[in-house]
């Protein structure tokens, strides 16, 4: 069975900090993206990471791909407030199958 | 451009009712699909479609249906809902995985509630 799996779940985190979101799945794929949604909203694209070892950084996020360990990981450095949001990752299987971790929620606190 | 719009935001049904989620995109994109949102579990493909008259199962197809006779217009049919069917539901849309990354437009998401 496909299993894409987000850690944590919940993060909690104050101002200034750092902290890695990891995604890890279980099939062999090189496309994955990461998705960032505010509560109540809708999903926004955040990174495009298109090969093994691709790098993505976005201010205060950097997003980065292991395809032989099947691992990505979200980098959020120096964390704001704004940064608060769940952040999903999607693994693409065949191009037409997109599938999604349970999400992260980040809440950075003051 | 208005991307991709579904109506309606909110819907309540009762068990064994009928309804249709519109969704509609103005970005000429031949892939579009249906998510649905459940707490804990991320979002889970129901159906897709890579262009006009095409359209196949996702992971979680059971209860719905979707015909696609347009690029614009990929609709979501619940024939019969049951309480398992309360979920938020997300339409996306992208260009065809060929070009490239399948990046997904997502729609503002309908919620809907079945008793």
């Known amino acids: 069975e496909l299993k894409v799996e987000q850690n944590p779940l919940f993060l909690s985190m104050q101002e200034g900090k750092n902290y890695t979101i990891y995604c890890n799945y279980s099939t062999t794929s090189d496309r994955l993206y990461w998705y960032r949604q505010d509560p109540g909203k809708s999903l926004e694209s955040l990174f495009v990471?298109?090969?093994?070892?691709a790098v993505k950084q976005e201010g205060r996020l950097m997003a980065s791909l292991d395809t032989k360990a099947r691992l990505s990981t979200l980098h959020i450095t120096a964390a704001v407030h704004d940064l608060s949001a769940t952040y999903f990752c999607a693994v693409d299987i065949s191009g037409n199958d997109m599938r999604f971790g349970a999400g992260t929620r980040l809440t950075v606190k003051p | 451009n208005a991307g991709v719009t579904q109506t309606p935001k909110f819907q309540v049904l009762k068990t064994g009712q009928s309804m249709t989620l519109q969704c509609a995109q103005d970005?000429?994109?031949?892939?579009m699909s249906w998510y649905r949102q459940d707490p804990g579990m991320g979002l889970r493909l129901i159906h897709y479609s890579v262009g006009a008259g095409i359209t196949d199962q996702g992971e979680v197809p059971n209860g719905y249906n979707v015909s696609r006779s347009t690029t614009e217009d990929f609709p979501l049919r619940l024939l019969s809902a049951a309480p398992s069917q309360t979920s938020v539901y997300f339409c996306?849309?992208?260009?065809?995985?060929?070009?490239?990354?399948?990046?997904?437009?997502f729609g503002a998401g309908s919620r809907l509630t079945v008793l």
């Open positions: 996306a849309s992208s260009y065809p995985p060929g070009a490239g990354a399948n990046v997904l437009t």
């Open positions: 970005m000429n994109h031949e892939y």
């Open positions: 990471l298109l090969s093994n070892g």
